[in-house]
């Protein structure tokens, strides 16, 4: 199974970047009707999560290690928690009738899991006051367990401190 629900990318979208070469499209497709059938019939069954690379969201070895033996870590979810997920895609749609809030958009350079484009975009749509996007060319997903953890954190704190301050 190989697909992913992020509330700011498609669902189709995030199958295909996902989704490993080998496995073939039609999988994928009926793998998901599958999934969305057992929503309603079996909202409790649980799935892995098709996120096990770990090297998906950082290539630092002490973080690497770190996940490896999280006690704690995720790896599975209901259908009805990728039910959830799904919904969350309809309210970020909904998101450009909001009235503005200052927002920040941190990304991750070297991302494989959302699109960062995708996500640039919707920002840049919004049009609002007071946004700003950052990227951390040398991180991936998880921007804290990432190689310029410091300049995020810090970037981080500054806009809690003051969030008016930032620029597109």
Request: proline letters at 7%; a positive charge; hydrophobic letters at 40%.
């Amino acid at each position: 199974m190989a697909f992913r629900v992020a509330a700011n990318g498609s669902f189709d979208r995030l199958t295909q970047s996902v989704r490993p070469s080998s496995v073939p499209v039609l999988y994928v497709n009926a793998e998901k009707f599958r999934i969305g059938f057992l929503m309603i019939s079996e909202p409790t069954r649980s799935y892995d999560i098709p996120l096990n690379n770990l090297e998906l969201f950082t290539d630092q070895p002490k973080y690497i290690e770190y996940l490896k033996n999280d006690a704690i870590q995720l790896h599975q979810a209901t259908a009805g928690f990728y039910l959830a997920s799904r919904r969350m895609d309809k309210v970020v749609a909904k998101i450009t009738k909001a009235p503005p809030v200052p927002l920040q958009m941190l990304l991750a350079g070297e991302e494989r899991i959302i699109d960062n484009e995708r996500s640039r975009e919707l920002v840049r749509s919004l049009n609002w006051p007071h946004t700003s996007m950052s990227t951390y060319e040398r991180s991936r997903h998880t921007l804290e367990f990432g190689p310029q953890q410091e300049e995020f954190l810090k970037d981080l704190i500054a806009w809690v401190g003051d969030p008016k301050t930032g620029k597109i």
